[in-house]
């Protein structure tokens, strides 16, 4: 039985305390070939398993969400997860979805922001994931 002690996902390398909770989507691609028969058979050709990532981000105050602004908004950032299917860590290129910045209302500098999720897509199939043992 593998045994995890850390972070169970961190961005660019980094932990994030306002993430307060996550859930992996497992997702299949299929190639353009599949669909099923006149016999109602499926067929076709699985491209691989690209398990997406939802987080959940507690309230944050303008200077916490600039930093996770910077990561979301770029093309791609490093995300390593825990995957219970190999029992270990893996790392791999992800980028996030879009997303809604819910302001309460305030006055700068106290500005916060409500609660929010976030899907983190990845770059490649899973079967392309460093696997962390």
Excluded at 2 to 20: E, M, P, Q, R, V
């Amino acid at each position: 039985m593998a045994t995890y002690s850390g972070d169970l996902i961190k961005l660019n390398g980094k932990s994030y305390k306002c993430i307060t909770s996550y859930k992996v989507q497992r997702n299949k691609l299929w190639s353009s070939d599949t669909g099923r028969n006149m016999a109602g058979v499926m067929k076709g050709t699985l491209i691989g398993n690209f398990p997406k990532i939802q987080l959940e981000i507690e309230p944050l105050d303008a200077e916490e969400i600039r930093e996770l602004e910077l990561i979301f908004d770029s093309a791609s950032f490093v995300v390593e997860y825990y995957n219970n299917k190999y029992g270990c860590t893996c790392t791999a290129d992800y980028y996030a979805n879009d997303y809604d910045e819910d302001l309460f209302l305030g006055r700068l500098p106290e500005l916060k922001y409500k609660s929010f999720a976030v899907n983190l897509i990845p770059n490649e199939g899973e079967d392309r994931h460093v696997k962390n043992n």
